[in-house]
């Protein structure tokens, strides 16, 4: 069945690089996604990267994608205090084979940053 | 700037009460997928509609969980009647269902207390 892995815990200083690691099951996956989730608000879309890029970058952050190994990781460069977040990764399989377009979320990892 | 709103942002209520939280989606987006979302289970997907239809309720509880949309614009979730075990925040989201992404967007979601 369909699963995500992620570590539940980060923590880094300011303005140091974050990352934030992966790990997806189905080989099928179109789209990988980031999440993110600041304290008592709903998840607000970072990026996503469709399955057959290795790279996407955006400004401070860059998505890596590892098909091979069915690993994804998220970079925040010059992590900011406002960065501290829990960030979500999620897999779809677009509407194809049977998908309807919902996502697998993985459990969050909590990215704690230190002045 | 178009948004998800869910209502009521906050709810408590005793045990055994009725509660009805709602959903507008984002204009134009025609599918809707509600999470309940708890610090032990993390992201769970409990239903998804998509042009108003159910897709798929599984990871709802059938006995006391009911899920509709009387039009595009708005989509429930109801619960009844409520157990302490139902606490926690329960969100929605919306996105087009195009055939090339599945990006959803999130509402701030309703954080349910039952005593």
């Not at chain 1, 400004?59 to 925040?76: G, Y």
């Not at chain 2, 009805?20 to 134009?28: A, D, E, K, S, Y």
């Amino acid at each position: 069945g369909e699963d995500v892995e992620q570590s539940l815990f980060l923590s880094v200083r300011e303005g140091d690089s974050s990352v934030i690691n992966c790990t997806y099951t189905d080989s099928s996956s179109t789209y990988l996604y980031w999440y993110k989730q600041e304290p008592g608000a709903g998840l607000q879309l970072l990026t996503y990267i469709f399955s057959n890029m290795d790279m996407k970058q955006d400004q401070r952050l860059t998505v890596l994608l590892n098909k091979k190994d069915k690993h994804l990781s998220l970079r925040i460069a010059d992590t900011q205090t406002g960065d501290s977040a829990i960030y979500f990764c999620a897999e779809s399989m677009g509407n194809y084979g049977g998908s309807q377009g919902n996502l697998i979320f993985g459990k969050g990892t909590k990215l704690s940053v230190k002045p | 700037d178009a948004r998800v709103t869910q209502t009521p942002r906050h709810k408590v209520t005793e045990m055994g009460q009725e509660v009805t939280m709602r959903c507008q989606p984002i204009l134009g987006h025609n599918t809707v997928f509600w999470y309940r979302q708890t610090m032990m289970q993390g992201l769970e997907l409990l239903a998804y509609f998509r042009n108003r239809a159910p897709l798929d309720d599984s990871g709802m509880p059938k006995d006391r969980f009911s899920a509709e949309m009387p039009d595009a614009t708005l989509a429930t979730l109801k619960i009844q009647p409520s157990e302490p075990r139902d606490s926690a925040v329960y969100f929605c989201a919306s996105g087009l269902g195009d055939r090339n992404t599945d990006t959803q967007y999130f509402g701030p979601g309703t954080r349910l207390t039952v005593l």
